[in-house]
Each structure stands twice: as C-alpha cells, then as structure tokens.
C-alpha cells in the first residue's frame, strides 16, 4: 500500500512513497529506494511496492524535488530531445552530496515509522552510485546496498563511489548490464579491484544480452522479464541474508 508523504529537508520538501505490505503484515525492517533518471512514476511504484510485499518498509523519495514541478516522464522519456535535455539538466544539476545530505532526512521517516536500522538500499540508473555513497557514508545504518544498471561506479571523477569501497560496511551487490556505455568493461574491472583491495563484501554481476535499463518495466525495448526476474531473485536474496 502507498501513502504519499512529504519530507523536510535541508533544501526544502521532497514529495515521496511510503509502501508497506499489501497482506497487512507489519514489516521486519526498511529499505530506501532510489528511483532511475526519470523519476518517480507508475512504474518505480510497480516495483518500490513489490519489495514491500516481500515483508519491507519502502521509501521512494523524490530525488529532483529542487526542482519543483516537472514531467510527468516515463520509460521512453529520454527518446524525445526536449525531455531528454530537461532530464539530463535535472541529474546533472542533482548532485551525489545533495542526496547523501537527504538521505538523513529519509532515515528520520524509517525511524519515525517504527524501523530503527540497519536498512538496505538499492539504485538504479543514475542512484546506483548514490546507494553505495550513502552506504559508505552512514556504515552503522546500511546492512546492505545494491545497484542495478548504475552509472560511473568506477569513474575518474573524485566522487566516484570505487573510491569509498574501504568505508562501506554493507553487503553490496552490482548488476550491470552488458551492453551498457554508462559503466563500460574497463570502469567494472576497476571497481572489482578496488573493492577486492578494501576486503569488502561484494559480488558484481554481469547480465550478459541485457541493456542499460532492462530491470524496468516502463522501458520499452529495453526492459527483458527473464533479466528483471533475475534481478528480483538477487535482490530480494541480498535483503533476506543481510536484512532478515
């Protein structure tokens, strides 16, 4: 079931999904969600809902509420150039920083709502390098962190998230896609390096014939049922053993 919150924030309110088992059951522990590059919509609630109904609190915030009114954006949404330029805009304009500064302010509505830690966090998309940065940078409160199709894990930037593999004390899983220039062979080889150095518990995965964005059922071309149901068995098994 989702409820639609809205959260004070250092920067102002970000508008957000809470969801909890459809059956009624109370939740055995909490994980925040972070939407792909276009945001939440129908889709991201298919899928925020469907971990809730495995027994979890969910937190879908709006990453991009600095923004205040945009979209509606879908799937295909980057298809079309003036979308696709108002979005590019958006996530370049979102930092990584601003949503580890949110994410304190996530944490207080898992709190409030009876869930004390430690939670999961998964990403997709553009957030899959912002779910390992908050679990490096809150490690008492991550169990676990994983990312599907997430871009620049290993990049030359100094934000990049390879660079914080000693600090993160969760359980991370990566899926990559292998068809994917937003996390070519060379950067998933220095990330695998990089973690295996900082003795980290990590397993990264390569989903070989799939695209960036397969996980997603709004993405038309891209999005493969037998690939996403793979994913969901990973996913799900990761918060399971760490999460209970």
């Known amino acids: 079931m989702k409820k639609l919150i809205h959260i004070s924030t250092r920067d102002g309110t970000a508008p957000a999904g809470l969801f909890t088992p459809d059956s009624g059951k109370p939740a055995k522990s909490a994980i925040l969600f972070f939407m792909d590059a276009m945001g939440p919509r129908p889709s991201m609630d298919e899928m925020a809902q469907r971990l809730a109904d495995s027994g979890y609190l969910v937190l879908l915030p709006d990453l ?14 980057f298809a079309d150039e003036t979308s696709r330029n108002q979005l590019l805009k958006m996530i370049g304009e979102t930092s990584v920083e601003m949503t580890t500064s949110d994410t304190e302010a996530f944490m207080n ?36 962190a994983a990312s599907f199709h997430g871009a620049a894990l290993a990049s030359d930037t100094p934000d990049s998230p390879h660079h914080l593999a000693a600090e993160i004390k969760a359980r991370v899983y990566v899926g990559t ?15 695998a390096d990089a973690f295996r150095r900082a003795g980290a518990d990590f397993a990264l995965e390569s989903y070989v014939g799939m695209q960036h964005g397969w996980t997603v059922p709004d993405r038309d071309g891209v999005y493969d049922e037998a690939g996403a149901e793979r994913h969901w068995r990973r996913l799900l098994q990761l918060f399971e053993e760490t999460l209970g």
């Open 109 to 144: 509505v898992l709190q409030r709502n009876g869930m004390e830690g430690p939670y999961g966090v998964v990403g997709y998309c553009m957030s899959g390098r912002r779910a390992l940065t908050v679990a490096a940078r809150f490690p008492a409160k991550f169990a676990a």
């Open 64 to 77: 991009f509420y600095r923004f205040g009114e945009y979209g509606p954006f879908s799937g295909a949404s």
């Open 177 to 191: 896609a292998s068809d994917d220039g937003s996390f070519p062979s060379e950067q998933s080889t220095r990330f």
